[in-house]
């Protein structure tokens, strides 16, 4: 296991470009390209902007992004210390009606659940973790 990236920011949109190019610069580092660096990029934008919108409902506080080599896979691990929320326990949004039928939310989640290998949730020590994997061969 090679750790790639580890940051502690404030959990603002303002954060969000460098958190993007942490994970896609450690992606590259690790021998992703394609498809895979564009999950890299999509998955965790979607990741920290939900810790950005819903973590901290009652003021400011930190997101935390760790990049991991690991094997043949790319771990993307976000950490917050706000209200409990387990993302790989959320259903699938229905995605075949029509758009003005669909109910609003749950759109990133199916994303990163689509663009990823993997995604795992553990609640420890008052912190969400969410992890995202990617296999390098993208597959």
Not at 54 to 61: C, K
């Amino acid at each position: 296991m090679k750790v790639l990236a580890d940051t502690t920011v404030p959990a603002r949109l303002e954060s969000l470009e460098g958190l993007v190019k942490s994970a896609t610069g450690s992606a590259l580092q690790w021998g992703l390209a394609g498809e895979g660096l564009f999950a890299v990029e999509l998955a965790t934008e979607e990741a920290v902007v939900n810790v950005f919108k819903y973590a901290y409902p009652h003021g400011e506080g930190k997101v935390r992004l760790r990049c991991v080599g690991e094997g043949d896979r790319f771990v993307i691990e976000v950490t917050d210390w706000g209200i409990p929320f387990d993302a790989t326990a959320q259903p699938d949004p229905d995605v075949t009606g029509p758009l003005e039928k669909r109910s609003v939310g749950g759109l990133g989640i199916h994303l990163m659940r689509n663009m990823t290998d993997e995604i795992s949730y553990k609640r420890e020590d008052g912190q969400n973790i969410l992890s995202l994997f990617i296999r390098k061969d993208g597959t």
